[in-house]
């Protein structure tokens, strides 16, 4: 049983405050969707969360089962259980799929897996999501499809099965079959009871395949209504204008 807390976040980029106060708790077993129009801060609030280096937290504070998580290094990060599935991954020529996700296998494990016994796990976890084996040698996010990358953060959850895992737009981009095998994945990630998800969406598609517990409405840089899966359905019919105009 783990607990994410956040509370009163505020944060700045480049001294501008975009996080005005933000208040949230996702536990083990629960799914969170976290919806904003374009710009409302959703992303800053993953990336302050990951520990980038860009956002600065100016006050409040984040725990994870009651440790301080903004003392935390970014490493220490993943290590005590968070995931970040990256909006933008980075490209790194010369590193392969493979070999990036048994650095971070490692990295979070404590201790390298045996080769026998990770690539076996790979294989496993690639088949699950219908990835060609052939993609384990690609160098990481080079060239990589809307789809790839998706797939490639869903492998990164199945292998590193972190305590809570954010999702940052895992939906954007994703064609209807990318949507389903990426969202299938999501569900047997969470299956396990184990883990807590904090979904952040700007569209409503991704949660008719990963039903969320919680909805919760982010604009001007906080959260502005919560509630049940029913919000989404709401938030589907009406879009975010009324809640634009109340934070402008
Ligand atoms: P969302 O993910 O909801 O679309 P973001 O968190 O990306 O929103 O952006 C919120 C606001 O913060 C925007 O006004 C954006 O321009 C600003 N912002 C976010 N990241 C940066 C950055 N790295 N540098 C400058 N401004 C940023
Ligand atoms: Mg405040
Ligand atoms: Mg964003």
Same mark, same amino acid.
């Given at each position: 049983m ?12 480049e ?8 208040d ?6 629960? /799914? ?5 129009p ?14 980038h ?5 100016t006050s %409040? ?7 301080d998580?903004l ?10 259980g ?5 909006q ?8 392969s ?12 494990? %404590? ?14 976890g690639?088949d699950a ?16 499809? %809307? ?14 099965k972190?305590?809570?895992a954010?999702?940052?737009? /895992?939906?954007?981009g994703?064609?209807v079959?990318?949507?389903?095998? #990426?969202?299938?994945g999501?569900n047997r ?7 807590? #998800?904090?979904?952040?969406?700007h ?8 039903k969320?517990?919680? #909805?919760?409405?982010?604009a %001007? ?23 634009t105009?109340?934070?402008?």
């Amino acid at each position: 049983m783990s607990t994410l807390e956040i509370r009163d976040l505020h944060v700045a980029v480049e001294d501008k405050e975009i996080l005005r106060g933000v208040d949230l708790t996702v536990r083990s077993g629960e /799914t969170h969707a976290l919806m904003g129009p374009n710009g409302s801060g959703k992303s800053t609030l993953a990336y302050a969360i990951a520990g980038h280096p860009k956002y600065t937290v100016t006050s %409040g504070t984040v725990t994870l089962d009651g440790e301080d998580v903004l003392s935390l290094g970014v490493d220490e990060r993943a290590r005590a259980g968070l995931f970040l599935a990256m909006q933008y991954p980075v490209e790194v020529p010369g590193v392969s799929v493979s070999n990036f996700l048994r650095s971070a296998v490692t990295a979070v494990r %404590g201790e390298a897996p045996k080769l026998r016994l990770f690539t076996k796990e790979l294989k496993e976890g690639m088949d699950a999501l219908s990835i060609d084996a052939s993609f384990a040698q690609r160098n990481l996010n080079e060239g990589f499809s %809307g789809g790839e990358k998706k797939r490639h953060e869903i492998l990164q959850l199945e292998l590193l099965k972190p305590k809570i895992a954010i999702l940052d737009e /895992t939906d954007s981009g994703l064609d209807v079959d990318a949507l389903r095998v #990426v969202s299938e994945g999501v569900n047997r990630f969470r299956s396990s009871g184990e883990t807590g #998800v904090l979904l952040i969406t700007h569209y409503t598609r991704i949660l008719r395949y990963v039903k969320p517990d919680f #909805v919760h409405v982010f604009a %001007g840089g906080r959260i502005v209504e919560e509630g049940g899966p029913e919000l989404a359905d709401k938030l589907e019919s009406e879009g975010y204008e009324r809640y634009t105009k109340a934070s402008a």
